[in-house]
C-alpha cells in the first residue's frame, strides 16, 4: 500500500543524495583545483628559480649546487627532481636526486614552450611535472639556447590530501543525509498528524453513522476544502441512505401487506371452509390485482429511472388522451366529473411506455382527487402538458412532498388502489425524458405543468 | 381473550380478526392509532396486535405512549418493516413480540398465547388443575387423558378462568374477555356458558372446579 510519508521520505532521500553529491562533487572539485594549483605555482617558482641560476661558463652548462640545495634540490628522499635538455632532447644537467635515471617526459613536451602534466618515474612515484623553455644568460652559443628545463614533485601528499577531503566530504556529506533523514522521518509524521487524525475519523464512519461530520475547526488549512466537501458528501448520502431507507420501508410495507392479506384469507379459507364466499373471494382477487398494479408500479419506476436507451417514438397526442379518459370514463362518470380537454396538433417524440406513464398518472389522480362534480382540465401541445384539478384538502407542505415515493396525503392513505407512487413515477419519467416538472397550487386549484424544448 | 388489532389494511384487520374469533377471542378493530386509543379507554385486553405504518400517528408513537401512561398489557407488533433495526426498536419500546408480515395465522395464534402465558407467570402452555389438563396452545383440554370437546367460545372462557385460579371474575369482566365490541350478548349468556362448560368438564358425580361466588361472579379453583 502506498504511504505519503515512506513516499515523501523515499523522494527527499533521494533528493538530499543528488544534492549531496553535487556539492560533493563541487567541493571536490574547487579543493582539488587550488591544491593543484598551488602545487603548480610552486612547481613555477622552482623552475624559475633554476632557470635564472643557470649559467653557460666557459662553454658549459653550470648550475650552483648551493642554490640547489636552497631551492629544495636534494636527496632523493626529498622528492624534488629537475633536468635540463637541449632543444633537441639531450640532457645536459639533472638534479642529484634523480642519481642516474631521467625523468619521464610529460605529454606535450617538446611540443609547447611550457605546460604542465602528471608522470610517473621508473620506480613508480607519481610525480606533478612542469616544463619551461629558456636560455641561460651570458648564453652565446647557439648550442645552450631555447633549452628545456622539466621540474618534477612527488605528489604523493597532494593526493593523500585529496583523498582525505573525498573522504570527509563523503562521511559527513552521508552522515548528514542520514541524520536529516531521521529528523524528516520525524518531522513528516509530524506533519502529518492531522491527516492521521482525519483518515481515523474519516474511517469510523459507516453506514449506520452517517449523520457524523468533520470538525472543520480541528482541521489545518490545507484540508478545509477536503473537510467541507467530505461533509457535503456526507450530507448527500445521509439524505440518500434516509431517503432509500424510506423507500424500502415504504415498498416491504406494500408489498408486504396484500401478501399478508392474501395468506391470511386462504390459510381462514382453508381452516374453516364456511367462510369462503363470493365477497371472500373477491377480497383475494382485489389483493392480487393491487399487488400486481404494485408490481407494474414499481418496475415502471425502475424503467423511469433507468437512464439511456429509450425508444422515441411519433406519439399521437389526440390518440393518448382520449384513450386515457376512454380507461377513466367510468369513474369520471360515477362522479360527475367534467373534463375540459385542449389538443394541439404536432408530431410529438417521446418514449411511448414513459408518456402513457405520465398522462395515465396525472389523470388518474385528478380523477380520484377532484371533488364531485368538479372540472379537470387538460392541455396538451408537443411541448407541453397540463392537468389542473380542484384540490381543496392539499396544502402548500403537501405539495412539497407530493413527488416523494409512497407519499400519500393522511387521508387518503388507505384509499384503495393509490399506491403513492403515481408522481414519483411522473417525475422519474420526465427527468429522464429532458423535460421540465412543475407543481403549483392558487386558489385551491392544483395545477401540474410539464414542458419539454422545442 | 379480548384481543386489540390495530391495523390500516381493512382487508388483512377483517381476515385476521375473523380467524381470531374463529379461535374463541374476542377481537376489537382499529384502523389507526385514534381508534386504538378509544377503545383501550373503554376496555382492557389481554393483548394488542399492533401494525406500525398506520396513517397519520404512527404505531411506535401508540406503543411509547401506552408504555408511558404504565399500561402493561402485551403489545405483538405485526408489521412489514423486517430489519433488525425495526425489531430492535419495537422491542425497545415495549414490545413483547414481534411478527413480520405475512404471517401464518396458526404462528400469530401461538404467539399470543405465549406472551400473555409469559405475563401471567407460566413457563409452559399446559396447566394442571385437578383432574383437568388444558393445553392453551393446542387449545385441547384433557381429563384424565381424556379428551373434551369445547367450542372455542367455551375453550375461551375456561381459558379466561383457568389464567386466573383463585380470582372471583364478575360476569362483566367474563364478558369483557368474550365478547368484542361488536358483539351484544344476551344477560344471561355468561351465566349459560359457564352452565354448559360444567356440563361438559365436570359430568355426574364429578366435582366442579368451576364455583360460584353470589353477588360477586366465578372462579376456578381446586380446593374450597
Not at chain 1, 541524520?179 to 522521518?185: A, D, E, G, K, T
Not at chain 1, 488549512?221 to 432509500?244: D, I
Not at chain 2, 344476551?186 to 368438564?201: M, W
Request: charged share 25%; with cysteine; net charge negative.
Amino acid at each position: 500500500m502506498k504511504s505519503i510519508r515512506r513516499e515523501l521520505l523515499f523522494l527527499i532521500g533521494v533528493a538530499a543524495l543528488l544534492l549531496l553529491f553535487i556539492c560533493g562533487f563541487g567541493l571536490y572539485f574547487t579543493f582539488y583545483q587550488t591544491l593543484t594549483n598551488q602545487f603548480d605555482a610552486t612547481l613555477v617558482s622552482k623552475a624559475e628559480a633554476l632557470m635564472t641560476a643557470t649559467e653557460i661558463d666557459e662553454n658549459e652548462l653550470e648550475l650552483d649546487p648551493d642554490v640547489q640545495s636552497f631551492i629544495g634540490y636534494g636527496p632523493r628522499s626529498l622528492g624534488e627532481y629537475f633536468e635540463i635538455f637541449t632543444r633537441e632532447g639531450e640532457p645536459l644537467h639533472q638534479s642529484h636526486s634523480l642519481e642516474d635515471t631521467h625523468l619521464p617526459r610529460p605529454q606535450g613536451f617538446g611540443l609547447d614552450e611550457s605546460g604542465y602534466g602528471d608522470i610517473y618515474l621508473p620506480d613508480g612515484i607519481s610525480c606533478r611535472a612542469y616544463w619551461a623553455t629558456f636560455t641561460p644568460s651570458d648564453s652565446e652559443m647557439p648550442q645552450f639556447t631555447d633549452l628545456r628545463i622539466l621540474v618534477a614533485s612527488d605528489r604523493g601528499d597532494l593526493d593523500r590530501t585529496l583523498k582525505a577531503a573525498v573522504l570527509a566530504i563523503s562521511l559527513f556529506g552521508g552522515g548528514a543525509v542520514l541524520i536529516s533523514l531521521v529528523i524528516l522521518y520525524f518531522v513528516v509524521g509530524f506533519g502529518l498528524t492531522p491527516l492521521d487524525r482525519l483518515s481515523n475519523k474519516v474511517q469510523k464512519i459507516d453506514v449506520r453513522r452517517l449523520s457524523e461530520r468533520l470538525d472543520l475547526n480541528e482541521l489545518p488549512a490545507e484540508l478545509q476544502g477536503f473537510g467541507e466537501k467530505l461533509n457535503e458528501l456526507l450530507e448527500r448520502l445521509e439524505v440518500s441512505f434516509t431517503r432509500e431507507r424510506r423507500f424500502s420501508s415504504h415498498a416491504a410495507h406494500e408489498l408486504r401487506t396484500p401478501l399478508a392479506e392474501i395468506r391470511a384469507m386462504v390459510e381462514l379459507g382453508i381452516a374453516w371452509p364456511d367462510e369462503v364466499t363470493p365477497t371472500f373471494l373477491t377480497g383475494i382477487g382485489e389483493a392480487v390485482a393491487e399487488l400486481e398494479q404494485l408490481i407494474e408500479r414499481l418496475s415502471l419506476l425502475s424503467r423511469a429511472d433507468k437512464h439511456g436507451g429509450e425508444s422515441l417514438e411519433e406519439i399521437d397526442l389526440e390518440l393518448s388522451v382520449n384513450e386515457t379518459l376512454h380507461r377513466l370514463s367510468d369513474e369520471l362518470h360515477a362522479r360527475s366529473l367534467k373534463v375540459s380537454s385542449r389538443i394541439e396538433p404536432g408530431k410529438f417524440y417521446s418514449d411511448p411506455i414513459l408518456w402513457r406513464a405520465i398522462l395515465g398518472n396525472l389523470c388518474e389522480n385528478a380523477v380520484s382527487y377532484s371533488p364531485e362534480g368538479s372540472l379537470i382540465t387538460i392541455e396538451v401541445s408537443p411541448h407541453h402538458l397540463s392537468v389542473e384539478n380542484e384540490a381543496p384538502d392539499l396544502s402548500e407542505e403537501d405539495v412539497a412532498h407530493m413527488c416523494e415515493r409512497f407519499w400519500r396525503k393522511r387521508e387518503t392513505q388507505t384509499k384503495g388502489h393509490h399506491s403513492g407512487l403515481g408522481l414519483s413515477i411522473v417525475r422519474s419519467s420526465v427527468e429522464h425524458l429532458k423535460g421540465k416538472l412543475c407543481i403549483c397550487l392558487q386558489n385551491k386549484r392544483l395545477q401540474i405543468q410539464i414542458s419539454w424544448d422545442p | 381473550m379480548r384481543i386489540l388489532l390495530v391495523e390500516d389494511s381493512q382487508r388483512l384487520r377483517n381476515t385476521v380478526a375473523r380467524a381470531l374469533v374463529r379461535l374463541g377471542q374476542a377481537v376489537d378493530e382499529a384502523a389507526d392509532v385514534r381508534e386504538a386509543r378509544q377503545c383501550r379507554d373503554l376496555y382492557s385486553y389481554d393483548v394488542i396486535l399492533l401494525d406500525l405504518m398506520l396513517p397519520g400517528e404512527s404505531g411506535l408513537s401508540f406503543l411509547e405512549s401506552l408504555r408511558r401512561s404504565r399500561d402493561d398489557t402485551p403489545v405483538i407488533i405485526l408489521t412489514a418493516l423486517h430489519t433488525v433495526g425495526d425489531r430492535v426498536r419495537g422491542l425497545a419500546l415495549g414490545a413483547d413480540d414481534y411478527l413480520v408480515k405475512p404471517f401464518a395465522i396458526e404462528e400469530l395464534a401461538a404467539r399470543i398465547e405465549a406472551v400473555v402465558r409469559r405475563r401471567s407467570g407460566q413457563a409452559h402452555s399446559v396447566l394442571r388443575i385437578g383432574a383437568l389438563e388444558i393445553d392453551f396452545s393446542a387449545r385441547r383440554v384433557l381429563r384424565r387423558g381424556e379428551e373434551i370437546s369445547l367450542t372455542a367460545r367455551e375453550f375461551s372462557l375456561l381459558e379466561c378462568l383457568a389464567r386466573h385460579p383463585g380470582r372471583v371474575l364478575s360476569r362483566e369482566q367474563i364478558e369483557e374477555h368474550l365478547y368484542a365490541e361488536t358483539q351484544s350478548p344476551l344477560s344471561n349468556a355468561v351465566d349459560a356458558a359457564i352452565y354448559s362448560l360444567r356440563r361438559k368438564l365436570f359430568p355426574g358425580d364429578e366435582p366442579s372446579l368451576i364455583h360460584t361466588r353470589r353477588g360477586l361472579g366465578y372462579v376456578m379453583q381446586e380446593n374450597l
